[in-house]
């Protein structure tokens, strides 16, 4: 048995592959297997895995398209490392140390899972620190030592930990388009007693360009379906911290949108009784998004429903849209009125600089500087 198997999907990673290739292939620990699982790319990335096909570690596998999720359990299925870790072929193992520091201290403590540090990598390839750590958002760790499951932080960021095999042996990725990863560690968390972590920078983990990826009504549907599966099987675990910190993070989206889809999902897919703890976010985001499908629906029919549900005062739709369009008529004026003042701001400021450029220029010592430089021109 190998000691540590890293799965790694590739799809269409031409950019960013040797890196991550080199950062595992280079690591000071050399009894591991890295398992490649080619899912259906059509650039060159398996054109790069061939070129790493001489080290006997890596196994290179071809799928066609069937995303993430499917890639990682194959690999999962095929796996015989003693520990099990994940790499995306866009990241990078921070230094040559990391799996020989986990392992090793996974080791000596028999750790089921063994956590660490990650960081950012930005698009131009630099390492920044990890702003969620600041936020409170996940567990930093700043010395080596154990924290309960309900200490790690929202089901995020899986790749900076290592886990037993046995572990996880019956826990895979759903197929989901979004969402797959936090459900995998969230039943990870329900199953673990303990984390055992090390206070080393493991993992540069690349930021999307757009974290706008919910471009379609599937993938918001499981986007928000993931977030009632993993609160339920954290709270079926009594993991309640962790919940709370999810539900927190589910709030933050939900008013972060005015989506006619995202308002419909979540209706059908979570009972109001989940967010007895949150009722004025969700009051708040209910009502956003019931005013503005008002204008969407653009109905009679609806406004009345609406009128009942939020306590509106205007009798028809009609009613409605003119005191919609005058309150942004005076918003407006608001704005303007606020756009003159601070022009009139800026030419006084204009005006106070010529008196001052103009009483400079017409000195005499300024006359007779600019002589000078006339003849050094």
Sequence with gaps: MVKISVIIPVYNDEKHLKECLDSISNQTLDDIEIICINDGSTDSSLEILNEYS????????????????IARNKGLDIAQGEYIGFLDADDIYINRQSLEIMFDAAKKHDASMISANLKFLTPERNLISNPHYKRGTFHYFREEGIIEPDEYGIPFYFYKNLYKADLIEDIRFPDLLRGQDPIFLSKVLSEVDEIYGVPIDFYGYMVPL????LDSYTKKYHYICQYRQCIDILDNSELFKTSDKYMHNLMLYLNGNVDA??????????????FEGYKSEYD??????ILNKILEEN??????KAKDELGLKEDSLKEYRIGLFESKMDLMEAEYNELLSENERLKKEYEVEKSFNEEVTGSKSWKLMDRLRRMRG
């Design 299 to 304: 109905t009679q029919e609806y406004f009345l």
């Design 210 to 213: 757009s974290f706008d990826k």
């Design 261 to 274: 889809d995202v308002y419909d999902i979540v209706c059908e897919v979570f009972d109001e009784k989940y």
């Design 284 to 289: 708040s985001f209910k009502r956003s998004n």
């Design 54 to 69: 001489t080290d006997k570690r890596i196994t290179i596998i071809t799928q066609t398209n069937q995303g993430s999720a």
